[in-house]
Structure formats: structure tokens, C-alpha cells
């Protein structure tokens, strides 16, 4: 499989889905860790692939995304943001809601 398919069928199958480097456990730099805070302060289960173990996902992305920089988060196949963006929504109350409605529609 391409890996820009694999991209794609990741961001399809996943309604929320956060590429970092490391994992949420271990996260490997000071921007994931602090996206991770934030998602799981939310309450939200969210899927995560770590760009560290995934070097061909690593160098496609941000081509795909048309954004340079991880961690990057997918919500409902659309890109979000990176650590700053994902930060300033949790401060101001915009990014709970979203992955609730993400949540919600996963189950239907």
C-alpha cells in the first residue's frame, strides 16, 4: 500500500487521530506531550500513530497535510492543527465540543 493511502485510510477510519512522536504514554517531545494533556483533558478516546516508528508516514504528511510540523490532529478527516492550534481551542472551551461531536458521531 501507498503511503499516502495508508494516510488517507487512517484519517478515514479514525474519527479523531493525532500523529505524534512517541506515543500518549511516552510522548518524545515537549509538543506532543502537552497536545496529549489536552486531548485527554477533554475525555475523548482518540487514536494516535507515532511518526518516530512510521519514517515513511513521517516524510509524507506533511506534504499530504500541507502542514509542516507535528504533532498534527485529524478530526472527522480534517486537519486541526498542531500543538499551538490544539492548545489555544483547549483554553478557550472550542476543542472539547469537537471531539464530543467526533465521539458521538463514531458511535452512530
Known sequence: METVDKIKEQISENPV???MKGSPKL????FSAQTVQALMSCGEQ?????ILQNPDIR?????????PTFP????????IGGCDIILEMFQQGELQPLLKKAAVKAED
Open 17 to 19: 487521530l493525532l500523529y
Open 27 to 30: 510522548p518524545s517531545c515537549g
Open 46 to 50: 482518540f487514536a494516535y500513530v507515532d
Open 59 to 67: 516524510a509524507e504528511l506533511p506534504k499530504y497535510a500541507d502542514w
Open 72 to 79: 498534527q490532529l485529524w478530526v472527522k478527516g480534517e486537519l
